[in-house]
């Protein structure tokens, strides 16, 4: 989704590119779902976002994708392959997917277009080793996060799949190669 760094003292003109009623905020000291709000009003937002400038927190505003309905996908990516991938769903009224907020997994098998994106995801930031969230939006798969340090505890008990020996043979290949 359209994602801005919440910077800048022209908050109207910050928000030009996202400008709706239904807006994510997104802390970036956050984990696990803990400082994600979603703004239910554009006065609502502007508000939140001069309080969050005044006390000089950094943020995100990303676009609200209403069609992925509280749903998303996580794919871990191991030097260049998704090793697994699950959907996350977060309890009713909840617009958050996480794990720890009370959401549930199931384990899934990418799309071309979702297992493409998040590969491409994991090459643009050349991380050998990444978690991947993806929404289903109306226009096709788009990124909502990268995770560097993707929690491993959820997808593997959802998928079933030893990631971690996924991730300690890449990196004795990695050590080999130098």
Not at 7 to 17: I, Y
Not at 53 to 65: D, G, M, P, T
Request: net charge neutral.
């Amino acid at each position: 989704p359209k994602t801005i760094l919440g910077t800048g003292h022209n908050v109207q003109a910050l928000l030009e590119p996202i400008k709706s009623d239904k807006m994510i905020i997104k802390l970036l000291e956050g984990t696990h779902g803990q400082g994600v709000i979603l703004t239910e009003s554009y006065r609502g937002t502007l508000t939140l976002i001069e309080a969050l400038q005044a006390a000089e927190v950094k943020f995100l505003i990303q676009e609200y994708v209403a069609e992925s309905k509280g749903a998303d996908l996580r794919a871990i990516v191991v030097d260049g392959v998704v090793v697994a991938a699950m959907r996350r769903q977060g309890q009713d009224g909840e617009f958050r997917s996480n794990l720890h907020l009370g959401g549930s997994s199931e384990n899934v098998k990418l799309s071309y277009k979702e297992e493409k994106i998040a590969l491409q995801a994991a090459r643009a930031l050349n991380l050998g080793v990444c978690g991947v969230d993806i929404l289903q939006a109306n226009n096709g798969p788009v990124i909502l996060e990268v995770n560097s340090s993707p929690g491993l505890e959820g997808i593997e008990t959802t998928t079933g799949k030893n990631i971690s020996r996924s991730i300690i043979s890449y990196i004795e290949r990695s050590i080999q190669r130098k």
